[in-house]
């Protein structure tokens, strides 16, 4: 059983269009990490946030946490063919436990 | 410096045969988890080294699966009488302290295929 929902689980869009992916928990984190894999890589850190309500921006994507801190979304404006790939998030709890969502798959194409 | 490194990426088993994976860490880090990942899903954890302490191993599907890290740094994960429900992706991953902000640096897996 996943302790994160993450919806849509498969998402095809063009190149300049904007997407938003959730990630949804009953369970209460005490942080929540935002990952992108590629085919044949590892998962590679995208954000980590911590408080209730944060909102971190990277370039064109933009992370926001949950007040209750059981929820996160990634919101990505004007896609490039570059953000193709697998988006995971992470529910860390005790410091050292990663719960993992089943992922995002996003292809955008040109 | 180099990344985490896992050998071998590739492993095909015939069902029965014990396999052992292989996980180089980044130098000085001093947690290393280990992943499962089926195909079209999410990394599903197995378990957890602090140091050569073994702290949480709640994630290991049966006791087909063993772990180890002895001296702190390299660690193999073992999987005896593999079946097919073993086939999956093996991640490994390390970090450097243990903060609740961790950055886990993942290593490329190893793809298991057990025929």
């Known amino acids: 059983t996943q302790l994160l929902e993450q919806s849509p689980q498969f998402l095809s869009i063009q190149e300049g269009e904007n997407l938003t992916v959730y990630c949804n928990s009953s369970s209460v984190f005490s942080s929540l990490q935002w990952y992108r894999q590629e085919p044949g890589e590892g998962p590679v850190l995208l954000v980590t946030v911590v408080t209730g309500g944060e909102v971190k921006k990277l370039k064109r994507l933009t992370f926001q946490f949950g007040d209750a801190r059981k929820d996160s979304s990634l919101h990505i404006t004007a896609a490039q063919p570059g953000d193709t790939g697998l988006y995971l998030c992470?529910?860390?709890?005790?410091?050292?436990?990663?719960?993992f969502g089943s992922g995002t798959k996003l292809n955008v194409k040109p | 410096g180099a990344g985490v490194s896992q050998s071998p990426r590739y492993k095909v088993a015939k069902r029965g045969q014990d396999v052992a994976l292989r996980c180089d860490p980044i130098?000085?880090?001093?947690?290393l988890f280990w992943y499962q990942q089926a195909l079209g899903q999410g990394p599903e954890f197995l378990t957890y080294?602090?140091?050569?302490?073994?702290?949480?191993k709640s994630g290991l599907p049966s006791d087909r699966f063993f772990a180890e890290r002895p001296e702190g740094s390299v660690s193999t994960l073992k999987i005896q009488r593999t079946q097919q429900e073993d086939s999956a992706v093996y991640l490994c991953?390390?970090?450097?302290?243990?903060?609740?902000?961790?950055?886990?640096?993942f290593g490329p897996g190893t793809r298991l295929t057990v025929t």
């Open positions: 130098s000085g880090h001093v947690s």
């Open positions: 992470a529910g860390v709890k005790y410091f050292n436990k990663f719960y």
């Open positions: 991953a390390s970090t450097l302290v243990r903060d609740r902000g961790n950055e886990q640096y």
């Open positions: 080294f602090q140091n050569e302490a073994q702290l949480d």
